[in-house]
C-alpha cells in the first residue's frame, strides 16, 4: 500500500535578495486546504518563469549548476530592500489562505505557521514588512506607514529584481477576472492599479488583519464549490505585469512572543534510540535522540534533523511521562514557527485497480502523549495509536485541528541505546536514472541498512557510506566537492567521501543528497557501475560492510531496466500524460509493475 503526502520542497536562491519563493512556499500539510483545490485557479498554468533558481527560467539541474548570479547594475535595477531596515524588531504568526506557483501552475498555499518580520523605524510611523506575500519568500522588504490604527502599504514595491533577466516582481493587488485567450475564457488575477495600498487593520491586541476587501468564506453547504477570492494581495512582473501566481487573502498577523525549552546545565544525556512504524510497510522504523533528566524533568532533543538541538520536555509523575503539545522549538525552514505537537493517529486503507491499494492517515492533534516509563529499564512507551508531529505552526488541541508536520513518529517507543563496535550490514542500490543528456544528471537509489550484520541496531549518527565508480574496470571512491555540491560549502567541507548517513544537502534545484542515501544525485556521465560500501564508527572502532555493486553497462536507465518499458505515464492527479514531467510520475510498465520516478 502506498500513502499520499504533501512534500515540502526546500528553498533556493536567485539574485536579488536571495529569492527563494519558487518552491519553499507549500506548508507540509495542505488538509484544511482541500476545499481551494477544486477553485478554477487552482491548477491553471501561469508564467512560472522567475523564482526558480539563478537566472535560469527552466528547471534544468545542468543548467542551474552553471548559471551565475549577475550583480545588479548602478543605476538600472529598481530599488529592493534587502537589508533588515534600522529599528525596533516584531515577530508576528501568519495566518490566512494563499495560493502559490510551482513549476509554472497554481496550488493552494497554506501560510498557517509561517513568521512574519516587522521592523519600526524610530519615528514611530514607517513600519518596514519583510515578505509580504507568504509564498513569496525573498528576504526582502517593502515600507509602510501607521497612522489611526492601520498600516498602508503603497503597492508597485519590489519585492525581487534580475538585473540579469531584466525584469522584478512587484507587490500589487489582482482581482479575479475573465480572460479571453484563442476563443477560450478563463478566470485569472490581473493586477488592479487603481489599488494604490495594501491596508492592515490594527486590532487592539496589536494583531494586523488584512482590509475586508481581501477576505473570502468557503461556502460549508457546498463542499464541491470553488475557492476563488475576487481580491488577493498578490506579485506581478513589472515587464509585462503578468500574474506570478505567488497570492494571500483572508491575512491575519498575530503577535508572537513564544519561547523555546531551555535545559539546566547540570543536564547529562544520553543516547535513545526511538521506535515508530511506517503505515505503510508495517515495519519498524528507527531513529537516536538523545535525552536528559532532571528530577522530575525529561529533556528530549534530536526528535527532527532539521532542528537537532530543539528541546522537548517532559514531566515525570507516578511512573508516567507527559509531553505537551504546542511546544515552540524555533524557526526552521527559513520562515516556519516550528512545535512539538502530540496527537493520535488512524490509517484506514483504500483500494485502487490501477495503483494497488493505498492509506491515508487521519492525525489528530491531543494536549499531550503520556508515556508509560520504566526508570530501571530506562523505557518509553506510548498507546499504539498515539503519534508525536513537528509542526509548522500552533495545532488547535481543542479541535484536533492544525498537524501540518515537517515530522512525525507513529506508535513511539524510546529506550536507552548501549553503544558496542559492530560490522554494518551491507548497503544496496535499488536502481538509477540516467538523466544527462535531458537535465544534466544521474541520480541513484540506495538501501543503508541501520544494522549491523546480526540485525543489532546501530546509531545512525556514527552510520557513513560511501559511494564508488567503475569506469573502464578502474574502480574509485567518488568525491563530492563544493563547486558541485553547493551545500558543503555551507558546512564548510572541502571535500567529501565518507557521507555520513543523517546527512540530507540542498543543491540549485532540490536535494542533491537525501537523508539515509534515499537519493544521490550526479553531475558526471554514467559509469560502468555504481558501488556502495557503509562504514560504521560505533563502540570506539571502525568497521566496514563489503562493497556493493550495480552494474549500469548496457543499461539505458531505471526505466528500461529489464524487459519492461513503459506503456503508460500519470501525474498524481491520475491524467495520462504523454511523458513524464517535472515532479512525480507514476509509471505503469509493461510488465504490470508501477514505479514512481520523480523529475526534477
Not at 468564506?217 to 476563488?228: L, R
Not at 556514527?462 to 555540491?485: H, M, W
Amino acid at each position: 500500500a502506498a500513502t499520499a503526502v504533501a512534500m515540502a520542497a526546500m528553498p533556493q536562491p536567485t539574485t536579488v535578495g536571495e529569492f527563494n519563493a519558487s518552491v519553499r512556499s507549500v506548508a507540509p500539510g495542505i488538509e484544511k486546504l482541500t476545499p481551494a483545490q477544486r477553485s478554477s485557479i487552482v491548477g491553471a498554468s501561469v508564467n512560472g518563469r522567475a523564482f526558480i533558481g539563478k537566472n535560469v527560467a527552466n528547471n534544468s539541474k545542468l543548467a542551474h549548476r552553471y548559471a551565475k548570479p549577475v550583480p545588479p547594475i548602478p543605476g538600472q535595477a529598481p530599488s529592493v530592500i534587502d537589508e533588515t531596515p534600522a529599528g525596533t524588531s516584531k515577530m508576528y504568526a501568519r495566518s490566512g489562505d494563499g495560493f502559490m506557483s510551482f513549476y509554472g501552475y497554481i496550488l493552494p498555499h497554506d501560510p498557517n505557521g509561517q513568521i512574519l518580520n516587522t521592523v519600526m523605524a524610530d519615528d514611530n510611523k514607517t513600519i518596514y514588512i519583510q515578505d509580504p506575500v507568504s509564498s513569496a519568500i525573498a528576504e526582502t522588504w517593502v515600507k509602510g506607514t501607521v497612522k489611526a490604527s492601520k498600516v498602508s502599504v503603497p503597492t508597485g514595491q519590489y519585492i525581487m529584481y534580475d538585473p540579469g533577466e531584466g525584469y522584478g516582481a512587484i507587490l500589487a493587488a489582482g482581482k479575479l477576472t475573465e480572460v479571453e485567450d484563442d476563443g477560450d475564457i478563463y478566470l485569472t488575477y490581473v493586477m488592479d492599479e487603481t489599488v494604490t495600498d495594501i491596508t492592515f487593520n490594527i486590532s487592539d491586541d496589536g494583531s494586523l488583519k488584512l482590509d475586508d476587501k481581501y477576505s473570502f468564506t468557503f461556502d460549508a453547504s457546498d463542499p464541491e464549490g470553488e475557492v476563488n477570492p475576487e481580491y488577493i494581495v498578490t506579485v506581478f512582473w513589472d515587464d509585462d505585469k503578468s500574474w506570478a501566481g505567488y497570492a494571500d487573502y483572508n491575512t491575519a498577523y498575530t503577535p508572537f512572543d513564544d519561547v523555546t525549552n531551555s535545559i539546566p546545565e547540570a543536564v547529562v544525556f544520553s543516547d535513545w534510540k526511538l521506535s515508530s512504524v511506517n503505515v505503510d510497510s508495517e515495519k519498524p522504523v528507527t531513529t537516536f535522540v538523545s535525552v536528559g533528566i532532571e528530577g522530575d524533568k525529561m529533556y528530549i532533543t534530536g526528535l527532527y534533523r532539521d532542528m537537532p538541538e530543539a528541546v522537548v520536555a517532559g514531566t515525570i509523575t507516578d511512573g508516567k511521562v507527559t509531553l505537551e503539545s504546542n511546544q515552540y522549538l524555533g524557526i526552521s525552514n527559513i520562515v516556519y514557527l516550528t512545535y512539538f505537537v502530540g496527537g493520535t493517529y488512524s490509517v484506514e486503507t483504500f483500494p485502487d485497480p490501477d495503483f494497488g491499494d493505498y492509506n491515508e492517515v487521519t492525525n489528530v492533534a491531543t494536549e499531550s502523549v503520556v508515556f508509560n516509563y520504566d526508570a530501571d529499564a530506562k523505557t518509553l512507551t506510548a498507546p499504539d495509536n498515539a503519534a508525536l508531529y513537528i509542526n509548522a505552526g500552533r495545532a488547535n488541541v481543542d479541535t484536533g485541528e492544525g498537524i501540518s508536520q515537517f515530522a512525525y513518529y507513529f506508535g513511539p517507543s524510546l529506550s536507552e541505546f548501549h553503544e558496542v563496535a559492530a560490522t554494518p550490514a551491507t548497503p544496496e542500490i535499488l536502481e538509477f536514472g540516467d538523466y544527462f543528456d535531458d537535465y544534466g544528471y544521474i541520480g541513484i537509489s540506495m538501501y543503508i541498512p541501520t544494522v549491523d550484520t546480526e540485525g543489532n541496531d546501530i546509531n545512525i549518527n556514527k552510520l557513513y557510506y560511501v559511494i564508488y565508480t567503475r569506469v573502464d574496470g578502474e574502480e574509485e571512491e567518488f568525491v563530492f566537492y563544493p563547486d558541485e555540491y553547493v551545500g558543503l560549502e555551507e558546512m564548510n567541507i572541502d571535500e567529501m567521501t565518507e557521507v555520513p548517513y543523517t546527512m540530507q544537502i540542498e543543491g540549485y534545484d532540490g536535494v542533491d543528497i537525501r537523508y539515509g542515501g534515499e537519493d544521490v544525485f550526479f553531475y558526471t556521465t554514467l559509469p560502468d557501475a555504481y558501488g556502495v560500501k557503509s562504514v560504521y564508527k560505533g563502540g570506539g572502532e571502525v568497521h566496514e560492510s563489503p562493497v556493493f555493486w550495480l552494474e549500469t553497462a548496457g543499461v539505458n536507465n531505471v526505466l528500461t531496466n529489464g524487459a519492461a518499458t513503459v506503456s503508460a505515464v500519470y501525474g498524481i492527479d491520475g491524467i495520462r500524460r504523454s511523458e513524464m514531467s517535472h515532479g512525480l510520475n507514476i509509471v505503469r510498465m509493461s510488465d504490470g509493475s508501477v514505479r514512481k520516478i520523480f523529475v526534477r
